[in-house]
């Protein structure tokens, strides 16, 4: 009988598998089993099952997202808001084209931000808002927010930015180092905080509250418009450009996490997600990982709240960063985060080139030279 010996199996045998003696039960069962699979089966479970697994071990998050369609509906579309600016046109005449009055003196404007490491893009954000804002309220934690110890940048570096100490509100907070911990509580942690510093820095109601990322930077003739014109929204999100790794690479004008609120005292609570259906457009910009060193991009993708999409190691090789810099890849390989297919197809591989300088930030046009790698045709970054 093969199956016990390992040569051949009659077909009597075969027949009446199942009834041998019990000391070779297991190799009699197993030889019946292996005897009823054919060679395609075979294939199927010990090379196409496992090639498949550690397909989907390398791709699950693409299939995820490609399939996110499926799984998620969009939002709910917002009011979009037409905004009409030219320097030539008086205040008085910009804010009557929104249906809004016009006040005898400007709102006063808080400009509130949490910091990590963003020290040229915080420059260039201050530079440009100076001469609207009333108070600029900076919170600096020694812990990112996925628990990592980390330096006081901002402190560290506060000599370069002496021009705002007379209107600089800033404040430090003690991280809490819970290991394993959803990053997102570590960031509400930080912006309950931040809330607390408004209340130092002065802010009263009606006062402009300007809530958004470093990053996220609203255009300079956006705030004063809004300071100066009556009726806004008591809460405006802000449709900002979006941009990745420099002004070369515009992805879409999908932004709209930034927002401006007329502020309440009891009501008015520091977020960063949806807090209305108003969004004004076309309103600034979002400069995402636009650094200068490549050290810069390596901390924040350790750092951040989405660190969770640092799934390999070779992810943070500062050769392959500066590779994806260059073609406007994504640095975490990954499909667009959108809800439709036709949007996720559309927006597949690198974004392309823009080589327009037009409409951005006044001060990095007035700096160009110590902004270079900002803008287009500048892809290359410092290793530290």
């Not at 060679?39 to 090379?47: D, E, G, N, R």
């Not at 397909?55 to 979009?80: A, C």
């Not at 400007?106 to 804002?133: C, G, H, K, Q, T």
């Not at 327009?356 to 892809?379: E, I, M, Q, T, W």
């Amino acid at each position: 009988m093969c199956c016990a010996v390992g040569h051949y199996c009659s077909k009597k045998n075969s027949d009446v598998c199942g009834q041998e003696s019990s000391q070779v039960w297991g190799m009699s069962r197993m030889c019946c089993i292996l005897r009823a699979l054919d060679v395609k089966t075979l294939i199927f479970v010990f090379a196409v099952v496992p090639m498949c697994t550690f397909g989907i071990y390398l791709h699950g998050q693409k299939i995820s997202y490609f399939l996110r369609p499926l799984w998620e509906k969009p939002p709910k579309p917002f009011n979009v808001i037409p905004h009409y600016y030219n320097e030539i046109v008086s205040m008085e005449n910009l804010c009557r084209l929104h249906g809004w009055g016009v006040r005898e003196f400007p709102r006063r404007v808080y400009d509130a931000v949490l910091f990590s490491n963003e020290l040229e893009i915080l420059n260039l954000r201050w530079r440009d808002l100076y001469p609207y804002i009333t108070q600029f309220v900076l919170l600096e934690s020694n812990s990112t927010f996925t628990g990592r110890p980390k330096p006081l940048v901002f402190k560290g570096n506060r000599e370069q930015f002496r021009f705002v100490d007379s209107r600089l509100t800033y404040g430090t907070i003690g991280g809490r180092f819970i290991k394993g911990e959803n990053p997102f509580i570590e960031e509400a942690y930080q912006r309950v905080a931040l809330d607390h510093l408004l209340k130092i820095a002065g802010i009263s109601d009606d006062d402009l509250l300007i809530m958004s990322d470093v990053d996220e930077i609203p255009s300079a003739h956006t705030i004063n418009l809004l300071r100066w014109c009556d009726d806004v929204p008591s809460i405006l999100h802000l449709q900002l450009k979006n941009y990745l790794y420099s002004f070369e690479f515009l992805a879409d004008d999908n932004s709209w996490r930034a927002s401006v609120h007329r502020y309440q005292s009891g009501k008015t609570r520091y977020a960063h997600y949806r807090q209305s259906d108003n969004l004004l457009a076309d309103a600034g910009w979002h400069c995402s990982f636009c650094f200068r060193r490549i050290s810069d991009f390596i901390f924040k993708m350790k750092a951040y709240s989405h660190n969770d999409r640092v799934r390999f190691s070779h992810y943070l090789n500062p050769k392959r960063i500066q590779d994806v810099i260059c073609k406007g890849a994504d640095l975490f390989d990954m499909l667009p985060e959108e809800y439709t297919f036709k949007e996720i197809i559309g927006k597949m591989g690198p974004i392309p080139h823009s080589y327009s300088a037009v409409h951005l930030p006044a001060y990095l046009l007035k700096n160009a030279d110590k902004y270079r790698f900002l803008l287009p045709g500048n892809c290359f970054r410092e290793d530290r």
